[in-house]
């Protein structure tokens, strides 16, 4: 990747040389210089293409700093190297590149999706730490589909063997899928295989985990095994200390009463109804009067029972009467 000018003083802070107020001081006393000429203040270079020295001894520019996406695929270990005597793959041997790349957020063995590989240890703490509380998105399939109760209890926290309760997640059925189900699961933590624990303890079998975010950066269509550098947009975003995208916004959305008309348009009975659209049909309603029903049940006064009928056994041969009244 190619460099980029910044100031002289900043690029040998970095080098390690001391604080930028103590490097401004070496470029004032005339003890720098960029290609053979003594620098001066303000003076910009490039760390990659220009020969900088202090006192005539070069200095060796800090490393450049790489963010790579990649999509991580099933079987492969979220390491830099493996132990000794193991010879599985590793997210490392999937990027050719000389710089020297660690994993943000790590994926277990058997699980896929979104890792940031990068040098920035900076951005690596931040996105980890629970204190910033960034965000991460995981599509998970199911054996069975969980009914509501099972939900619910995800989403409040489950505690899990060693004792300890998850923070409340953000879960929901994505789609069907036979007898199983595809769930959205948004989490702010992260401990080793968590997801696959509860499952377990909720009595839903995970068959798979993709992880399609971290923080603001998406997984997007890399498929198993590609990777791409991530674009300037994306490394500021991820710097700056925001927790993420919203999840599910349509989960905290009120839902709108069932009579969303205004008050005042509302049908009333001994109103008069209020002005239509031409062409649109509408129901009319007329005042009450005295000869509609009460609303509700009713019964007589006591003493005032309707009397009972009184039913005869029919003779043979003849049909039963009904005997009213008189």
Known sequence: MDGMEERLQKIMAQAGLGSRRDCEEYIIAGRVRVNGTVAVIGQKADPVTDKISVDGRAIKPAEQKVYIALHKPRYVLSTVDAEQGDSRQTVRDLIPVSERLYPVGRLDFESEGLVLMTNDGELAQKLTHPSHGHSKEYRVLLARQPDTEQLATWQRGVVLEDGYKTQRAEVRIDSLAGKGAWLR??????RKRQIREIGAILALPVVRIVR????NLLLGNLKPGEWRYLTPQE???LKEDRPGLPAFPDMTRKKPPLNTRPKAERKIPGRTP?????GKPTRRTRPPNETDRPKGRTRPPSGMDKPAVRRERPEAGRKPSIRKPR
């Open 235 to 237: 490394i500021v975003a």
């Open 274 to 278: 209020p002005p239509t659209t031409p």
């Open 185 to 190: 699961i948004v989490m702010r933590e992260g």
């Open 212 to 215: 399609v975010r971290i923080g």
